[in-house]
Each structure stands twice: as C-alpha cells, then as structure tokens.
C-alpha cells in the first residue's frame, strides 16, 4: 500500500503523460513529486506500434506539433538546426512541412530522459481511481485491476488513449472464427501484403487511404470500400481553426450536445492532399490494381484465395461472392467512454454525467462532479475533445497538459521554476533533440 500522497498523479503513459510530466517539470515540479503509472516505461512504445502497422513515415500534423517544453524552435527549425536546409521552414510556412516519425520519436525520448521522466514511471494498469473520503489533505487512491491501493495523488490526470480497435460488426464476428481471424486485420496492427493478392480496405480516412497505398506498393490489388463519397481534403484532422485558441474557445461556448454534433461532422474521415499518394491511387486506376466500391460486407467465409465476401452496394444490389486475400479495416478506434474499465468503472460508481457516449467534461477538462480546484480529476487526449475538439493530436494534448499544470501549480501555491531554470531545461532538450535527429536517415515529405 502506498503511503505518500504525490502532488500529481497520470494514470497512462503514453503522449499525453509524456507533455503533461514534461509542463509539469518546467514549471518547477521535480520528478518525485509527479507519478506516472502505466503499462509501458516508453511513452513513444503504442505509438511507435500502431505508425509501424500503418506504415506511417510522417505525421498528419505540423511543424508546431512536438514535446519540448517551450513553443520554440518548432520542428521545421529543428530540422534546419540538424539538415541545414531552409526548404524545412519554407514548407512550414507554406503549411506542407510534416515532422518525420523517427525525428519525433527521437524528440520524445530526449525530452523524456532530460525531464526525468523514468524517474518518475511506475509500470501498474490502473482500474480505478477513487476519490479519499474523511478528514485529511484531499486526494484520490489509485487502484489496480486486482482492487489493490498501488498509489494516492492530490491531482489526478486520466491519460489513457484511445479505446479498443474497433472493427464493422460483420468483421467482428468473423474474427471469432481461428480460420479467418489472421486474414482480417486493423490498419494499425502489423501486417503483411501478398504480391500479387487481392484486398478490400474498409474506410476512407487517413488511415484507408494510407492503406490503399501500402497495398498498391506491395504489388498487389486494392478494392477501396467506403460507405460514404469521396473523404474530404483536409490537412488536419480537424478544420484548422478548432486548432487555436479562439475557436477552441468558441466551441467551449457550445453546451455539449451542440459540440458533439460538430464532432461527429468535422472528425468523419477526412484525409490531407499527399502528392504522392494521389499518383499511385491514379496508376493503379488506369492499370486495373485499384477500384472504389461504395457500400458495406454483409457476408464473408473462407474461400479458395483467402476469403470470400459478398458487399451490398448503396445504390442498390450487391457485388456477389468476391475471391478475396484478406480485409484491412481502417475504421478507428471506439471513442465512448464505456469502452474503457477504467472510465466504465468511474461513471458507475460517481455517477459522472454523460453526453451520449463521451463524459460530459467542464470547460477545464474536469470529471464532474469529482474536480475540485484544489485536488483535480482531469482528462485528457481522445475523451476529452468534447472540450478541445482536436484533443488527440500533439497540438491539443500540449494545450490540455499545460493547462492542467498550470491549476495545479496555482492550487499548490507553487513558485514557477526560474526563468534562467526553465530555459536551460528547454535548450539541453533542444540540443539533445537536433544532435539524436541529426543522427537518423532523412525521411522524405510527401506532401
């Protein structure tokens, strides 16, 4: 059982923990104060699986998207500092600069090991957070699966990432057989395509179109099926203005309904223009290795190829049995926040208000009705975007961790860090970051 009470406590160890331990840090906290608990010590670890299955090389975001603990220098400096090319920040100017996914990688784990990070990680999963009853200093115990009190924290952050991978109903059941299971797989699992094979892509985001690529590039052909039109071209995952401050805040404005609304409309599948991409999507047209079908699968068994799927068409009728490799379902993750024990277990027991399947969250990111100023229960990541819609991204995990930190500095009455502090922090990670990315192979930009 865990005696001490540490100041904050981050159940999940992924980005979110990494930025918010990182804000934390660079207002004056020190590692024994912050505890991190979660499966991974590597913060980068579910990422790095999940870029690797979907064979992601840059990210969807921007230059200003990374884990230092200042604003500057943005990526595309960072690559100049390190490549010494000017076309870096002429792109980031110009919007088409995208940070490589080894260099942010490669970020990630210099600011982790010059804030101290490792220092403060304790590898448990935790099921329960549990607000303390009775006299005494206000604080939550943290208890994992098996009911045990592994810690206790005046602040809490939930940082546990996205739900379970979520697949069409048909696919679901379908993997429940042994024999069909390893040919119908998640755009983030890791795969492999066969020369020569036949695929179905379900999806039409990000990750489908990024898919529709790897299958093409593996030689192999690809049927596209969407159950909607074409995605929308957008660069981000949600319209650029739900990215600063101004229409963040006039979302906020919303009641939660109404955001979830715009939620549902503006995090539909989208995907940014990749040059790249739309000239092999336009040769595997013109040599018969790419087709779009618009409708969903209603049937699918094993066959002589691999599977057999029958697809019913929107417009009407159906495509009758198809001979196909395998299936590749790009379709996301669960978002509800049932989906999760840990979440499912904390609005059973509080009571915590619903919007739909989301938590109702405060402006702040607060659990209701458990969030108090001076012992906070927030969120943070995908659950909290009913309050900052792009929540999932680097930009909207830096904005909710460093406003995390800064009510918790001011509940603790705690002196910021001094400024001469807080800028050797930051550059010995600027440094570190440029010399590791230095190191690494160019990634080239596809935009």
């Known amino acids: 059982m865990a005696e001490d009470i540490h100041r904050v406590g981050i159940v999940g160890g992924g980005f979110g923990a990494l930025l918010t331990h990182t804000a934390l840090r660079y207002l004056g906290f020190e590692p024994h104060e912050i505890l991190v608990l979660g499966d991974q010590p590597d913060p980068v670890a579910t990422y790095r699986a999940f870029a690797w299955g979907l064979g992601q090389t840059v990210l969807r975001s921007e230059s200003e998207s990374h884990f230092l603990p200042a604003d500057w220098p943005t990526f595309a400096v960072m690559d100049l500092m390190a490549r010494r090319r000017l076309s870096s920040v002429r792109r980031s100017i110009n919007r088409t600069f995208n940070p490589a996914v080894p260099d942010i990688l490669a970020e990630a784990h210099a600011v982790a090991e010059l804030t101290g990070y490792h220092?403060?990680?304790?590898?448990?999963?935790?099921?329960?957070?549990?607000?303390?009853?009775?006299?005494?200093?206000?604080?939550?115990?943290?208890?994992?699966?098996?009911?045990?009190?592994?810690?206790?924290?005046?602040?809490?952050?939930?940082?546990v990432g996205h739900g379970p991978l979520n697949f069409p109903p048909v696919l679901e059941r379908a993997r429940h057989d042994p024999a069909l299971r390893p040919r119908i797989v998640q755009a983030y699992e890791p795969k492999r395509y066969t020369p020569g094979g036949r695929y179905v892509v379900v999806g039409s985001g990000i990750a489908g179109v990024n898919e529709w690529v790897n299958v093409l590039l593996s030689g192999a052909e690809c049927i596209a099926l969407r159950r909607t039109e074409a995605p929308d071209e957008q660069d981000l995952n949600v319209p650029r203005c739900l990215f600063e401050a101004y229409g963040i805040d006039a979302f906020q404005k919303l009641d939660h309904a109404a955001r979830l609304r715009i939620l549902s409309k503006v995090l539909k599948g989208t995907t940014?223009?990749?040059?790249?991409?739309?000239?092999?999507?336009?040769?595997?047209?013109?040599n018969g290795t790419f087709r779009e079908v618009i409708g969903e699968i209603t049937e699918i068994g094993p066959g002589p190829e691999g599977l057999v799927v029958d697809i019913r068409l929107v417009e009407g009728g159906r495509t009758g049995p198809l001979h196909v490799t395998g299936v590749s379902a790009a379709t996301g993750f669960d978002k509800g926040a049932r989906a999760l024990p840990i979440l499912r277990r904390l609005i059973d027991r509080y009571g915590v208000p619903m919007e739909g399947p989301r938590i109702a969250?405060?402006?702040?990111?607060?659990?209701?009705?458990?969030?108090?100023?001076?012992?906070?229960?927030?969120?943070?990541?995908?659950?909290?975007?009913i309050v900052v819609p792009n929540g999932d991204t680097i930009a909207g995990l830096k904005y909710i961790a460093r406003r995390f930190a800064g009510d918790v500095r001011r509940a603790e009455r705690r002196a910021k860090r001094p400024f001469l502090e807080r800028t050797r922090m930051h550059f010995r990670c600027v440094r570190r970051s440029v010399r590791d990315i230095r190191a690494l192979p160019d990634t080239p930009q596809i935009s």
């Open 119 to 159: 220092k403060s990680f304790g590898r448990c999963r935790v099921g329960e957070v549990i607000r303390a009853e009775g006299p005494g200093a206000p604080h939550f115990g943290l208890y994992d699966e098996d009911g045990n009190l592994r810690a206790r924290a005046r602040h809490v952050l939930i940082a």
């Open 272 to 286: 940014p223009e990749r040059r790249g991409w739309q000239e092999l999507i336009a040769q595997g047209y013109a």
């Open 361 to 385: 969250l405060d402006s702040n990111c607060g659990v209701p009705p458990l969030d108090r100023p001076d012992s906070r229960l927030a969120m943070i990541g995908i659950h909290a975007n």
